[in-house]
């Protein structure tokens, strides 16, 4: 999950990360208020989950009422990148002396987290590390050492910093690194980090992306999690507990195994076709658990043929032909649905379907015959 930015500085503020912190405003009227709190010049900052608000006009310093009430205006309704601002934080102006980049996040490759800084802040830092690669000094942590105070000053001496912004930096990272784990981060990231005219190090941004793994452990999410914005078709399937991914094709996907999942993707790409979604049913996948899945995959305008790929294992194929038959049964599914069932109880599976089969229930025999036919008939071909 991606918090805003309020979201993510509340977070790391509470972490002991120095953030600065302001109102959240939604209309024009509550920005001028904020904005009168705190006194000017004030900054109005768009609340989006995507970066680059500062280009897209979607930052502005302002200095007195009339400045205010025109920001609020000129921003809230925004779009940016495609996301419409609902929000602004409204925040008092920082004395900005210089602007750093620091993160962390995991770096799987190394099966280590990973900590970047840089003196170069405020800008984009894939840019920079095109640019410079020297500019951004990089540390990996192992989880079990985590991170010390004599690697934290290092870090920030390959990073170019001296001086009292050293000493300010050398101190938030071992904190940012702390608040990183403790948060189930996959990654945090402070962009700018910056140094104050009066020798203070505040994170002035926040970028937090929460790994929805963890979220069983966080009962405090709970309300971050309420304000997401989530495909209609994603929020449906979290309703149901289904692990779903939202595509733009328009072959449905049910699987079991995010493996054979992907390997389902792979074929209908194969035979011409385009997935409109990435969904694993799990292990042991019950009845139920089936006919969740094709009510939600069904429910997808877009879609315009369902492929149930099944490699029975713990899952057995007569609990999915069961499920498919209770779906089917229960609710008016509008695209056909193709089903290859193989491994565990297969022939009970297709001996349970047999009965059943029609234009808009069919069997076949392998996944690429199962993956022709259904782009086939999502493209309003008849496969036979
Ligand atoms: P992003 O563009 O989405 O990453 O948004 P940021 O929160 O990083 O803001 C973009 C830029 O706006 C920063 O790099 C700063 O240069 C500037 N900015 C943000 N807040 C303030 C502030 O309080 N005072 C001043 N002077 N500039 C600010
Ligand atoms: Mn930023």
């Not at 897209?56 to 007195?64: E, H, M, P, T, Y």
């Not at 290092?154 to 403790?182: E, M």
């Not at 328009?250 to 076709?273: E, F, H, K, P, R």
Request: hydrophobic fraction near 50%; charged fraction near 25%.
């Amino acid at each position: 999950m991606d918090l805003l930015e309020y979201q993510g500085k509340v977070l790391l503020a509470g972490a002991g990360v120095p953030a600065s912190t302001g109102t959240v405003a939604r209309t024009v009227e509550e920005v001028v208020a904020a904005a009168d709190a705190h006194g000017y010049p004030a900054v109005v900052k768009a609340q989006v989950r995507v970066g680059g608000r500062g280009k897209a006009g979607g930052v502005k310093v302002v200095d007195d009422r009339a400045a205010a009430a025109a920001a609020g205006e000129a921003i809230l309704g925004m779009d940016i990148k495609g996301h419409t601002v609902e929000a602004v934080l409204v925040e008092p102006a920082c004395d900005i002396a210089a602007e750093y980049y620091a993160s962390f996040t995991f770096d799987r490759a190394a099966r280590l987290h990973l900590g970047l800084l840089s003196a170069q802040g405020g800008v984009d830092i894939e840019e920079v590390a095109h640019r410079d690669p020297q500019a951004v000094a990089r540390i990996h942590v192992d989880p079990r050492d985590g991170l010390s105070a004599e690697a934290a000053r290092d870090l920030v001496a390959r990073a170019g910093l001296d001086g009292v912004a050293a000493d300010g930096v050398a101190a938030l990272v071992p904190v940012l690194y702390a608040a990183y784990v403790a948060a189930d981060a996959d990654l945090v990231e402070i962009n700018p980090l910056v140094l104050t005219g009066a020798g203070d190090v505040v994170a002035l941004d926040a970028k937090v992306t929460l790994d929805d793994n963890a979220a069983f452990r966080h009962p405090e999410w709970a309300e971050w999690r309420a304000s997401e914005e989530l495909d209609p078709r994603e929020r449906r399937a979290r309703e149901k507990g289904i692990n779903y991914v939202g595509l733009d094709g328009t072959v449905g996907i049910i699987g079991n195994g995010a493996g054979l999942v992907m390997a389902t993707l792979d074929v209908v790409s194969q035979a011409g076709g385009s997935a409109a979604n990435f969904l694993d049913v799990g292990g042991g996948a019950s009845a139920e658990v089936i006919a969740a899945a094709l009510d939600v995959v069904a429910g997808d305008d877009k879609v315009g043929a369902i492929l149930v790929n099944i490699f029975g294992g713990i899952t057995r194929c007569d609990e999915v032909a069961n499920g498919i038959l209770r779906a089917l049964a229960q609710t008016e599914i509008g695209p056909p649905i193709v089903v290859r069932l193989d491994g565990t109880n297969a022939e009970e599976g297709r001996a349970i379907l047999a009965g059943h089969l029609s234009a808009s229930l069919r069997s076949e025999p392998t996944m690429s015959d199962a993956a022709r036919t259904a782009v086939a008939l999502a493209d309003g071909r008849d496969a036979r």
